[in-house]
């Protein structure tokens, strides 16, 4: 269960990472 659980939270950060990314992106145009 603790692994599932990291491995949740790295999606969670790495989609958040792509997210943010994308966000400036789109500011930056």
């Known amino acids: 269960l603790i692994l599932i659980?990291?491995?949740g939270n790295d999606a969670l950060s790495s989609l958040a990472l792509i997210r943010r990314n994308l966000i400036n992106v789109l500011?930056?145009?």
């Open 5 to 7: 659980a990291l491995a």
């Open 27 to 29: 500011s930056n145009q």
